[in-house]
């Protein structure tokens, strides 16, 4: 199977292609072109995507501090620190954060809520005394006004003193740094001895139980992909492997400049053979619909593919009209394609181009429409 490129990286080297005026040449421009080919891509199209995590996270630090240890992994060669790679649970403990100012924040917050506490059952207990002189008229509204208010602050103040324990608490507890989930770490961003504050990347984890491949479909296709299909395909670094994934995501819009749509199959990794990045061929036989009954698959190299003059959307060739059957010398001609998947370096194009015609592959950022040209041999 020729490798093939995956559609949006593919397209995305493209923009790199004119978009806008072509310079003023004197003369004819010497151009190199190609005939266009045949797909041949048999009853089905294949599509390259990339793998992507069923989730991922980096893991931020939500105290700050000094870190005083990386917790550390068994492995062959002794204990080291977690690193990308390694399968990490939620019971691991990544980093820890120095403890001891939380520490200290929790015992003056302790020697706090203790004295806030005393403070209020003194209050409660004088506002239940004044209570009792008051109903018998032997204390005065202004003592009973004042008596109340001191128990509510004092009442209050204690409430806001378990409050500030609570949050020390929880400082402490964030000083300890565990993943989410079950995970695979993708990276490290702290070294010991290093100091974080809230809010500082510590790891990046992903969850790569269930794996993403994500392909570029053109709407052509796109009716041929529902939910739950299961679809073929084979890992670049791994060929003649097979694998299946399931579809589980069809973008509702398109994307804005490849006119192609995103769609996710879900691909179980038990084994954990496939890494976040890997690229894989999709195969969808009979996407097309019957061979005999199909239009003719057209394909061109991508270097050929420009954007239309002025524009930073859609796509384009430059074909060439020649003033002879053998005559070296013509006219270029700007036309607007609709292209589909990369296929090796070529890609295919789904309308606005006639089989056997001529496009250029060298000097076609030069070009305008109606220019004269030169062909080289």
């Known amino acids: 199977m020729n490798r093939v490129l995956g559609v949006v990286a593919a397209l995305m080297t493209v923009a790199a292609c004119t978009t806008g005026p072509a310079p003023t040449v004197a003369g004819p421009v010497p151009v190199t072109v190609t005939t266009v080919a045949s797909a041949d891509v048999g009853e089905g199209h294949t599509y390259s995507g990339v793998f992507r995590a069923n989730r991922s996270v980096v893991v931020r630090a939500q105290a700050g501090g000094e870190v005083t240890a990386l917790h550390a992994s068994q492995t062959g060669g002794g204990a080291r620190a977690f690193q990308s790679g390694d399968a990490v649970t939620t019971a691991d403990h990544l980093v820890q954060i120095d403890r001891d100012v939380y520490l200290e924040r929790i ?223 013509g006219v270029a001609r700007l036309q607007e394609v609709e292209v589909g998947a990369a296929v090796g370096d070529h890609v295919l194009v789904e309308g606005g181009l006639d089989a056997d015609a001529e496009v250029v592959l060298r000097g076609a950022t030069r070009l305008r429409d109606g220019d004269p040209v030169t062909v080289l041999p």
């Open 107 to 329: 015992g003056e917050a302790e020697a706090q809520k203790s004295a806030a506490h005393a403070a209020a059952q003194r209050a409660i207990a004088d506002f239940d005394r004044i209570s009792e002189l008051f109903r018998h008229d032997s204390a005065s509204q202004a003592a009973f006004d004042a008596a109340q208010a001191a128990k509510d602050a004092a009442v209050a103040q204690a409430g806001l003193a378990r409050h500030t324990l609570g949050e020390a608490r929880l400082q402490l507890a964030h000083t300890r740094v565990a993943p989410p989930f079950d995970a695979v770490v993708v990276h490290r961003f702290v070294e010991l001895g290093d100091v974080v504050s809230a809010g500082t990347p510590l790891f990046e984890v992903a969850d790569t139980a269930r794996m993403k491949l994500v392909i570029a479909v053109p709407s052509t296709n796109l009716g041929r992909l529902p939910l739950g299909m299961m679809v073929p395909f084979e890992l670049e670094s791994l060929p003649g492997e097979p694998y299946v994934g399931e579809v589980s995501r069809v973008a509702v819009a398109a994307d804005a400049r490849t006119r192609l749509f995103d769609v996710e199959l879900s691909v179980a990794n038990p084994e954990g053979l496939i890494h976040v990045g890997m690229v894989a061929v999709a195969s969808m036989p009979g996407a097309r619909g019957d061979a005999a009954s199909a239009p003719e698959d057209l394909r061109v190299p991508l270097r050929a593919i420009v954007r239309p003059t002025g524009q930073s959307e859609g796509f384009a060739v430059f074909t060439v009209e020649r003033t002879g059957a053998d005559s070296p010398s």
